[in-house]
């Protein structure tokens, strides 16, 4: 373990400015041309079949999402903090019986260090080579308190990096990327400052959470763009302008829904080979 993670952190450096030279993704869609008559929605950019999951979502039939709304990956949370979810196991085997792609996600808080944290995470998720990584990196709404700090997220993704060779997806709204105070029912909290560029978090590929119609990209991440953008919430109340899209995935009760900056072959691709350190 320490010669690998000895070998790995000389890596890093390497990896992050690999990284950051990527070729730019698209930053926010183009609107739909409007039909006399008709008021159209914004086309989504990109390839939408990414859904994801935790464990109060109610799920019937992967193979149903497969075949009836063309999802071809879904990215279900494994923990929070020191917390595993109890369907990600059994949603993994439903998923991989069905051929989709299968990613991990962990919830960062700040009860812990961002170390810990990530071998909680991987603890959780078992990851094979083919798993996506990601951390989720946003506001706790029900305890503002223990909302994840960039500090405790930079170590997170270095931790993920050292022990797996891989940097991991982050999940991220714009304006708390970019260190902005958000406001919640339960008080207000903030990132503790911006993802600057050069940083680990700024190497890692994004998956932007933004559910206007035109999504707004942070700062870090200017001239690369976004792989994911999750444009529906399954929030009926918060879940923006596509929110009933949600609800319309085949075998699935309701969903967070995303879309990929490319085409399928693409997908396919970057899922096996994202945040790769090094490559």
């Not at 119609?213 to 879940?239: F, H, I, V």
């Amino acid at each position: 373990m320490m010669q690998r993670r000895g070998f790995l952190a000389g890596s890093l450096a390497l990896g992050l400015a690999a990284c950051a030279g990527e070729p730019a993704r698209p930053a926010r869609p183009p609107r739909a041309k409007a039909t006399p008559g008709v008021v159209d929605e914004p086309a989504l950019a990109g390839l939408n079949a990414v859904i994801d999951l935790h464990h109060a979502n109610g799920v019937k039939s992967f193979t149903a999402a497969r075949d009836g709304s063309g999802v071809l990956a879904v990215i279900h949370k494994a923990s929070e903090g020191d917390w595993q979810d109890p369907r990600y196991e059994e949603r993994r085997a439903g998923a991989m019986d069905a051929g989709l792609l299968w990613g991990a996600y962990h919830f960062g808080t700040r009860q812990h260090p961002g170390r810990a944290q990530a071998q909680m995470f991987l603890a959780a998720a078992r990851p094979d080579p083919a798993t996506l990584l990601v951390l989720d990196l946003e506001l706790n709404e029900r305890a503002p308190g223990n909302t994840m700090q960039i500090d405790a997220a930079e170590d997170f993704v270095r931790e993920i990096a050292a022990t797996t060779g891989r940097l991991p997806l982050l999940y991220c709204h714009p304006a708390w990327a970019d260190g902005d105070t958000l406001p919640s029912a339960k008080g207000s909290a903030s990132l503790g400052g911006a993802v600057m560029p050069g940083t680990a978090l700024a190497a890692c590929d994004l998956w932007l959470a933004d559910y206007r119609y035109e999504p707004e990209l942070p700062r870090a991440w200017d001239g690369r763009g976004w792989r994911l953008w999750q444009y529906a919430g399954d929030d009926a109340r918060t879940g923006g302008p596509f929110r009933d899209r949600s609800r319309e995935v085949r075998g699935i009760e309701r969903c967070d829904r995303s879309v990929f900056a490319g085409n399928r072959d693409e997908l396919y691709r970057w899922w096996g080979s994202v945040g790769r350190v090094g490559a």
